[in-house]
Every structure is written in structure tokens, then in C-alpha cells.
């Protein structure tokens, strides 16, 4: 494509591009009359953002706060602050963050990211900053994992990250190719895409119904990269999927797109050895071809080709972040995983394979987890963490069984999707 078609064609999404932010205010958050929206957007993508605010002002928001994000920005504050910089969250941010939850604002955070924006810089600070906003920005972090505020995550393309995804493109076709992927596979590129999303929810109910009537034990994972993890659930436990609610009932899409159905293990029984099926994008740095090794539901042993550093400051986070906090099941047979494009960007990655993520669980995995402390839902096993990090182990050969009290397998998995697709 010349660029000049490129734009034309960019140009042409105009009206799918007002629908899709019409089902990120309207289904991705819910957003309610008079309700506050917060919006995270890059700086790149201001013209997709102010159709997002005029959408929550048609939606019936009662004020917009956005914040905005820039991948230079970023670089030049951790190259130039030190690392203590970034052991606080500056007091106005928590108050900012912090008072816009309490009042029970909407959360709504558009992801377009350049996967090699923070490359070379030490990962001590991307990780410093992120365990202060989440340990210090209390009310906001709770908020959320709590459920009582609606929250979204979604994507929008910037040049760095389509050029990435898109490589010998020229930027202006990459930038193209790459909207017209998002919303292809966020099933925002038909005319309704919030009755999509209405029929999107329903097909998860046939794969929650089957695990919840199972009540594994545990689930056995191997594949022919070396895969050989056994992961025990908690008593209890719940698999979740779809759409998300918030404790006053209001029904929300935490991700957009979302393929997979996901539980808290038990963060105590975790033993064998996992190996990643993607790389992992982590704060602006790439970790490849990477294994942990657990025992007793603890990192024991881990190994990366590119990027242990950067797997090593999560795993040390905090107490929480060497135990696992979700594992999830996707099938090969979603629209991600058959657009065969690594996005290097979790929120699409992850909904095209398999995942276990180290760090926080969530608490609506367990039964009536959402009115529990800290300190009863780890004794539920469900882990507590300031850190959630996921990565991705869904190879085309996996098999995951699931294992019954009485030690008896069940097929979950059989190469890379369910036993009975
Ligand atoms: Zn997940």
C-alpha cells in the first residue's frame, strides 16, 4: 500500500472506530449516568482518546479525567531520576488516584506501548515504581481487585509497537494493519459490537460450567518443550471468564479483547517445571525463552535467553510475587491465536495461549473471596502480591489433565485446546 491508501484506509475506519469506543465506555467499564470516567491513553493516540471522551459524555458520564502517557517521557525520567525517585508514588498521584477510586469512579486504560521503550535501563526502577503505585495507591489497587470499581483494559496502535508487530512495513501501513487487527480481534469490526460482545459472553459458559462441576484438585500440565507442572486449586475455587461484576452488580469487561477462563491456584501447591511459549513484554523489556522451576508453589529455579534480569525483579517483588496468582485456559481456536501475529503486548498474547500469572490472586476466585481479608484469603491459598505479572505457556501440543481428589485424570487439554473441541 502507498501511504497515501494508507491514510485513505486509516480514514475509512472513522465510524468503526466511534463503535468500538462506544463498547469500551458502554460495555468495557459500564459506564453509569453521571459517573466519573478515568482514561489512560497515550499521547500518540490523542485523536482515539477524545473519541473516547465524547463517547462517555454521549454515555452519560459526569466528568472525564484523562491521564496521558508517553513512552519518551518515560525514558528520559528513568534514565535521568535515580532509583529512589521511584521508591514513592508522588503524594498528589496517590491522592489523585486514591480519591477518584473512593468516589467510585470507572477506570479505563488504552494500551499502546512500544515493547523496546524502556530497553537498557536497569529494571530495579520500572519495578520500584510499579510496587509503590500498587502498595501506596491502596484504594485504587483494592478498588479494582476488590471489585468495587469497573475497570477495562484495551488496546490502541502506536508507530513503535506496529513496526514491531509489523516489521518492514512502512510505518503509516503498519499503523493501519495494526487498527484493523485490534479490532478484529477485539470483535469490534462488525456493525454491533456490543451485541458481539452480549454473544461473546454467553460462550463461556459451557467451559466455567465444566470446570466448576469438575472441582479439580489439581491440574497436571505438560507439553514436548519440557512442560511438566503440577498445580493444585484451592478448595472452593471458581473459574471465572467473561464479563467481570462489581459488587453493586454492575456488569464490566476487565479486558477487552478476553478469550480465557481463569482460577486462582493454590499458592502453596505448585511443583514441576514451566516453560514459556511466548516471550513476555515486561516495562518496556523483552524476556525470552524462559522457564521457572517450582516447588512447594515457589520459584525454586529459574532461567531466561534474554532478559533473566528483568525476570528476576519481578519474581522479587514482594513475598507474594514468586508464587502463582492465576492460571488460565485459552484454546488455539480464538481469533488471536489464528491472526498467528505475536503482539509482544500481554493483553493480546495472553488471550491467544495458555497462562499462569506470578503475583496477586484474585479474590472473586474462591467462594465470597470478594468480602474476605488478606489475611483469610491466604488462608484460602489465594496469593496476595503487589505485583500480577502473566506469561504465556500455551503451546499447540499442550495437555493439561485435570485431577480429581481421588488422584483420577480427567482430559482438560488435549494439543492446545479443549479435550472436546
Ligand atoms: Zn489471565
Redesign the pocket.
Known amino acids: 500500500m502507498t501511504d497515501a491508501e494508507c491514510l485513505c484506509a486509516t480514514d475509512a475506519l472513522s465510524d468503526q472506530l466511534d463503535l468500538y469506543a462506544n463498547l469500551l465506555v458502554r460495555k468495557g467499564v459500564a459506564l453509569r449516568e453521571g459517573q466519573e470516567l478515568v482514561l489512560q491513553a497515550p499521547i500518540e493516540r490523542a485523536d482515539f482518546a477524545r473519541r473516547v471522551v465524547a463517547a462517555a459524555y454521549r454515555a452519560g458520564a459526569g466528568h472525564v479525567t484523562v491521564i496521558w502517557a508517553d513512552d519518551a517521557v518515560t525514558r528520559l525520567t528513568y534514565e535521568n531520576c535515580p532509583l529512589e525517585h521511584f521508591e514513592h508514588t508522588p503524594s498528589w498521584q496517590v491522592e489523585q488516584l486514591n480519591s477518584l477510586a473512593e468516589e467510585g469512579a470507572a477506570f479505563l486504560f488504552l494500551e499502546g506501548q512500544d515493547p523496546g521503550a524502556l530497553r537498557g535501563i536497569d529494571p530495579a526502577k520500572p519495578a520500584a515504581a510499579a510496587r509503590a503505585r500498587n502498595t501506596e495507591c491502596r484504594s485504587f489497587r483494592d478498588g479494582m481487585d476488590f471489585g468495587r470499581n469497573a475497570w477495562c483494559i484495551a488496546g490502541v496502535p502506536v508507530v513503535a509497537w506496529a513496526r514491531e508487530v509489523f516489521p518492514g512495513l512502512s510505518d503509516a501501513e503498519a499503523l493501519y494493519r495494526l487498527w484493523a487487527l485490534i479490532l478484529q480481534v477485539s470483535r469490534a469490526d462488525g456493525e454491533d459490537p456490543e451485541s458481539a460482545w452480549e454473544t461473546h459472553n454467553a460462550s463461556f459458559e459451557k467451559t466455567k460450567r465444566f470446570l466448576n462441576q469438575h472441582r479439580f484438585d489439581a491440574l497436571r500440565y505438560e507439553a514436548s518443550n519440557g512442560t511438566d507442572l503440577t498445580i493444585g486449586l484451592p478448595e472452593g475455587h471458581v473459574w471465572d471468564g467473561g464479563a467481570g461484576r462489581t459488587q453493586d452488580g454492575v456488569t464490566f469487561f476487565p479486558n477487552i479483547p478476553t478469550e480465557?477462563v481463569?482460577t486462582s491456584p493454590d499458592r502453596l501447591r505448585a511443583d514441576g517445571i514451566v516453560h514459556a511459549a511466548l516471550p513476555l513484554v515486561h516495562a518496556g523489556q523483552t524476556v525470552r525463552d524462559f522457564w521457572l522451576r517450582f516447588e512447594g508453589g515457589q520459584v525454586v529455579d529459574y532461567g531466561a535467553a534474554q532478559g533473566k534480569e528483568v525476570l528476576r525483579h519481578i519474581i522479587e517483588t514482594d513475598e507474594g510475587s514468586r508464587r502463582l496468582g492465576?492460571c488460565?485456559l485459552v484454546s488455539k481456536n480464538t481469533p488471536i491465536r489464528q491472526s498467528e501475529t505475536l503482539f509482544y503486548d500481554t493483553l493480546y498474547d495472553?488471550n491467544a495461549s495458555c497462562?499462569l500469572?506470578l503475583g496477586m490472586g484474585f479474590p472473586e476466585c474462591v467462594a465470597d473471596g470478594t468480602s474476605l481479608s488478606k489475611d483469610e484469603l491466604l488462608a484460602r491459598g489465594v496469593n496476595q502480591s503487589s505485583a500480577h505479572v502473566?506469561f504465556m505457556i500455551g503451546t499447540d501440543d499442550l495437555n493439561v489433565y485435570g485431577i480429581a481428589a481421588d488422584g483420577t485424570e480427567t482430559p482438560v487439554f488435549a494439543d492446545g485446546q479443549w479435550a472436546w473441541e
Open positions: 480465557e481463569f492465576e488460565a495472553e497462562h500469572a502473566d
